[in-house]
């Protein structure tokens, strides 16, 4: 009989504090040659690794928010700390892998690049574009992260006839902490086309793709493990499944529609530490009935230090006027009255029930309180509902 396994055993005790807050909104007038391959880039089966190594401090990873158009902007929150490896990526939709454009990418107002996307003919080292026009395109930013706090990235279409709609913006940092744990790493990327035959039935079907964290674990060492995987393009209600050495992950009670996002954009963390292997570890993504998805990013953290008895609230929400058309900041104070360190949890920003921003925190001693910020733009004047989870993965 297959095991199933829910991955997000709860090793906190949070208390899920939620601040309502009714808001008006006021109208304002202000590598390698990653080659295009229908099947996958660099590779048609497997995310590669770009980075393996080990950090006293953490890796952040965080992105979001599901397909828009442009200008569109994701906010960052990254840790204080030195950072010694950082790396944007940005998932765009072609329309087709016929079309061809340009589009800008902003970060940390900064404009990074002009870059002109060339459907089937793109030869870009840092895009990777795959089925029918659908890219994942990647930046290091590492000398760009000359600041804690929110960042913006901001991507928009200047010319030509692809789509331009952004599936999502993520971002993954390695950062040194002087006092943070030891913290041991694996990060994948690519782009690979998991698909049926197609309507048509012109296509052999390409149904299961890994991701392999290669080299020895000494499971005696770490007592937290995470898997955090990124998908484009997934659909609700049709079935795909991801597992760890064989073992069933859930997302809650979902273990078999993993990547089933309404907005064609799915980033999920899953606790793996009871699946963790002396050799060898490794993700696999197998398509169910999925028509076509994407995986494109997978990374791996093994953690020398254990999440004991916290307890996480939320103690302040400062809310300022707020404007459509503007990114407009708003803080909120999260605080540990626990009896031990909270590790690796993320808030979360809600209006009118959909996440607008987050923000990742890597560690919270006994205590102690930290103020984040978040961003929202709203996209029409009027009241709207907001509210703030101090842990939305656990809520």
Same mark, same amino acid.
């Given at each position: ?17 939620? $601040?309502?807050?009714? $808001?008006? $909104? ?12 229908? #099947? ?21 990873? /965080? ?40 589009? #800008?990418?902003?970060?940390? /107002? ?5 870059l002109e996307l060339k459907g089937k003919d793109d030869k870009n080292d840092n895009v990777y574009c795959s089925g029918h026009g659908v ?28 789509? +331009? ?8 940092? $390695? ?25 048509? +039935? ?22 937290? &493990? ?66 076509? %998805? ?23 929400? &400062? %809310?300022?006027?707020?404007?459509? +058309? ?5 803080? &909120? ?8 360190? &909270? ?43 907001l509210w703030v989870y101090v842990d939305h993965n656990d809520k």
């Open positions: 009989m297959e095991k199933i396994h829910d991955s997000r055993k709860i090793k906190l005790n949070i208390f899920l504090s939620c $601040v309502l807050i009714a $808001v008006l $909104v006021l109208l304002s007038t202000s590598s390698a040659v990653a080659d295009y391959n229908f #099947e996958g880039v660099p590779e048609k089966d497997k995310l590669e690794e770009v980075e393996q190594d080990n950090v006293k401090g953490g890796v952040y990873v /965080d992105g979001g928010h599901g397909i828009g158009f442009s200008p569109y902007t994701q906010s960052f929150n990254v840790p204080e700390g030195n950072v010694t490896w950082a790396r944007l990526y940005v998932g765009v939709w072609g329309g087709n892998e016929e079309n061809t454009g340009s589009i #800008e990418i902003t970060f940390n /107002d900064e404009e990074i690049d002009t890219y994942w395109i990647y930046y290091d930013v590492k000398n760009n992260l000359n600041t804690s706090g929110p960042l913006d990235a901001v991507i928009t279409k200047k010319s030509g006839d692809i789509d +331009g709609r952004v599936y999502g913006v993520v971002l993954v940092a $390695v950062y040194k902490e002087s006092d943070g744990e030891q913290v041991e790493y694996w990060i994948n990327d690519g782009n690979v086309n998991l698909h049926g035959p197609g309507w048509s +039935g012109e296509y052999e079907t390409n149904d299961e793709a890994l991701a392999e964290f290669d080299g020895t674990v000494d499971v005696d060492e770490f007592v937290a &493990a995470r898997l955090t995987v990124v998908y484009l393009t997934g659909t609700p209600g049709l079935s795909d499944y991801l597992y760890f050495n064989d073992e069933k992950l859930c997302d809650g009670d979902n273990c078999d529609d993993i990547a089933n996002s309404k907005q064609s954009f799915d980033i999920k963390t899953f606790d793996v530490i009871d699946y963790i292997e002396k050799d060898n570890n490794e993700a696999k993504f197998e398509l169910g009935d999925e028509d076509y %998805v994407h995986p494109v990013l997978a990374v791996l953290t093994l953690h020398t230090e254990e999440e004991g008895d916290s307890d996480l609230t939320v103690s302040n929400v &400062a %809310v300022p006027i707020l404007y459509t +058309g503007s990114s407009n900041t708003i803080t &909120a104070t999260i605080e540990n009255i626990g009896e031990d360190p &909270a590790y690796g949890f993320q808030a979360a920003l809600y209006a009118d029930n959909e996440i607008v921003s987050t923000a990742s925190i890597s560690s919270l001693a006994a205590g102690k309180n930290k103020t984040v910020d978040f961003s929202w733009k709203p996209d029409r004047e009027g009241e709207h509902m």
